[in-house]
């Protein structure tokens, strides 16, 4: 064989395979995801899922609601959302958003590529207060939920508003994000006012092209992990819902699966995580505060996206057992100026559907361990739910009020706050 | 600044292959263009050490000034005399650095050495050969700048292959007939192809996709469970093919530069023992080590009859070899008793060949036997990557 | 020469196979290992008086009888 023809048969697969990816990556078609996979994601709580944007849009375009939260969401018990749901084939079914550590900055953008999906329908959003610490969300725990995906699916339509400013200046805050000076650029010009360069926004085209055929392909290898456990669960439920009838299952299995300590708490989360530690916790918590926050400016991002998609959203305000905050000095003080201040943002923006159950801390075996919703506070959430999702509602009327970005805001506290609250 | 780590993304490959393409076209004309493959190499050299990485860049440019000292002050004495003394001496120094990298981590709470850089254990182990082929006078000449692409070639920088200085300046000093070299070529892109799908697909697939869910599974059920042994079988997968891929970029890029740098893996999980098993895994480790430390501590346990008995002398030379590699791997007790584990597997099994090297008559050999043996030598290889993940050290002694 | 190293081998290896076959490849076989090499070295250098260093010894140029006994030849012609 001649040199130059062996050279071709090495070099000629090589060119070739190029000029497919090429063409793969960059032209401006879509893969569709496999529809079989949806009730497992639904349920996954996976980092993939939530980084991603295929499997979440082709949820949303079906059935499935965003019920976004962080880890409460994790606890699947007979009286969770998802369980109930199928069990009585509501006309619903709950797409878990979040995990642990998934806050309002990591929402804001997770939400980047489903807007269209979410335009004039409804959600839920788990307002966890434990978010709004003085630092607001941890720079690895920020990084873990964020995608290269997120921020050019952003930068498409990002233009000078407060919202996008802000979000790219809080972007810029969380150091070493990208590999890409080209993405970092074309964030900065949006922090600074400015919109994108013709050269950024081909490469943002180019990009987005690339990042979500390279999702669409991936959402191949989504693993089901989770789906026996509902089909578990459900079994325990009776045929036919009942009201009271579940409440009392709920009490029983509350009651059955909190025996080995005075809490409350679930056995296995109080064996794992607390039975070590608790002595050392006692009067731990007497100087956390919730009140001053960035977090109340990152979640205005949230607010403000969902008023931009013209989503009616169902906040909830999750309790904090009572008997565990008393034990380790919480000031429930503190939680109630924190349930009045992230109220206040709430309703004074037009977001009116709040279901408040900060005061349910003390009710027998609503919470599954310390700050988690379980059994009955569970099927307590669904008795708002269940309505708002399956009635009709009535349009909301937002008015964004940029003020609840400012610093002064985010600060705001004592009786300045209540100055400004009452 | 850019900053470009080795393999780590496409565009790393884009710039590689246009950086290789005058020297595939210059060898393929039968010429080597010496100063442009030097240029070359810095340019890739800086860009795993820039920008952030800055510090690690200083270390490195402090550790090869003092290594190229020592090697050529040893190469000098050398000349005149060879007292072992000398020798013991040059080769503690050389390892001197990469002691201490390995051990700031225990004292600093976890921390890295400041004098730490991306693939100073590789070159150390280059290094310490050189020294050790000069004082058996293997070496003869010894080139400043050869030396200097030696430990430096670009390639292999950060995790190896581990290739001999004699090995690679034979094939430095000539240019391959323009035959071999197409035939060279082609094995490159071979190697760099299956390198993509080893690395980029099953690596990927078995470390980012499956990992973090058995992991949590199995931290959420905690002790021992059917998901630790999950984790130990995706695990081994991705060490694997992770660990391999990037060797296949490394000995595909070299043979595209003319050079025959060595393979590292040769189907490792279809050894028949323990012993086969090192022939095959991360093999030019296993044979530096082998040919650096085992053989050199048994030739002189033997000659000076240290050691009479040449079961113990062998046993003693498998625990050197392998606690030093425990070690090596990093100063935490898992990689230590990962190191324990294969001297003792490698010491059962050299029983188990002399038993039946005895009774080779009364032991049947089928395929059902040789398809159990290379089952059971992939399990007990499995088992000893669980302990080396450390993931047992997490699992059991930290809080999560 | 040949017949001292081949008597070597036989000693080493336990087996009459090295001088039946002097092409047999001593280490994929299993007959040789890194242990019997080193001894292999140290017997080379009492009996045939040539000193080679483990350096020397490149696996693939020591693979067979034939291979060896050609190598201590050359060696032995240096002195």
Known sequence: MSFKKKLWLIFGPVIVAILILLVFLV??????????????????????????????????????VAFMGSSELSRIDPLHPSVLARKYHRSYRPFLLGAAGSQSLSHYWAMQGINRQ??????????????FVKKGIDPQAFAYYYSNLQVITWLKTADKSEMDIYAAKRLLQMKNLHSDSIIEDAVERIASGKTLTDIQKTYVDLKYNELSHEDQLFSVLHVNTRTSIIKRQMKQLPDTYNYSKLDKLAYDLGKKNTTNNPFEVDNV????????????LQNEQSDFNYVSSPEYADFQLVLNQFAKNNTNVLFVIPPINKSWAKYTGLSMKMIATFDKKIKYQLKQQGFTNIVDMSKDGSEHYFMQDTIH???????????????????????????INNYFYSKNWQNLHGNSLNKVVD | MINMQPYENPEYFLWLSLALLPIIIGLLKGKRWRIYETIVSFAFLFLIFDANKFVQGLALIGYVAFEMCLMFAYFKYRQKRNDTWVFVIAVLLAIFPLVIVKITPVFEHGAASIIGFLGISYLTFKIVGIIMETRDGMIKSLDFLKVLHFILFFPTISSGPIDRYRRFIKDYDTVPSVEKYVNMLGKSVHYIFLGFLYKFILAYYFGSVLLPQVSALALAHGGISWYLVEYMYVYSMDLFFDFAGYSLFAVGTSYAMGIETPMNFNLPFISKNIKDFWNRWH????????????????????????????????????????????????????????G?????????????????????????????????????????????????????NTLFFMKH | MKDTVL??????????????????????????????TVQLLLELESECGVDAPVSEFERSEWDTPN???AKVEAMTNEL
């Open chain 1, 373 to 399: 919703l379980g059994w009955r506070g569970w099927l307590k959430l669904d008795k708002y739910v269940d309505p708002f999702l399956t009635k009709k509602q009535k349009t909301p009327k937002f008015k």
């Open chain 1, 27 to 64: 032209s401006p078609f879509k893969l569709n995801v496999n529809k079989k996979i949806l009730p497992g994601a639904s349920i996954s709580q996976s980092v993939d899922v939530f980084k991603g944007t295929a499997i979440k849009k082709a949820a949303l375009e079906k059935n499935y």
């Open chain 3, 7 to 36: 008597n070597i081998l036989v000693d080493l290896t336990g087996s009459d196979e090295v001088k039946k076959d002097l092409d047999v490849n001593l280490f994929e076989t299993g007959l040789l290992d890194s242990m019997g």
């Open chain 1, 118 to 131: 979410l335009k004039n329908k409804k959600a839920v959003f788990i307002i966890s207060p434990q978010w």
């Open chain 3, 67 to 69: 291979k060896i006994i």
């Open chain 2, 340 to 392: 324990l584990f294969h001297a003792c597997a490698i010491i059962i099994c050299d029983v188990w060949l002399r038993f039946k090297k005895k009774h080779r008559d009364k032991i049947p050999s089928n395929r059902f036997t040789k398809i159990f043996a290379i089952f059971l030598t992939f399990n007990l290889v499995c088992f000893s990557f669980l302990i080396f993940s450390g993931f047992l």
């Open chain 1, 269 to 280: 989360f109080w064996k794992k995580r607390l039975k070590g530690a608790y002595k050392n």
């Open chain 2, 283 to 338: 093999m030019t480790l296993s044979f530096w080590f082998r040919d650096y430390i085992y053989m050199r501590l048994v030739f002189f346990l033997m000659k000076k009859k240290l050691v009479k008995n040449k079961v113990n002398l062998a046993n003693l030379g498998y625990l050197t070899l392998f606690l030093i590699m425990g070690f090596w791997h990093g100063v935490t007790w898992y990689y230590i008793v990962y």
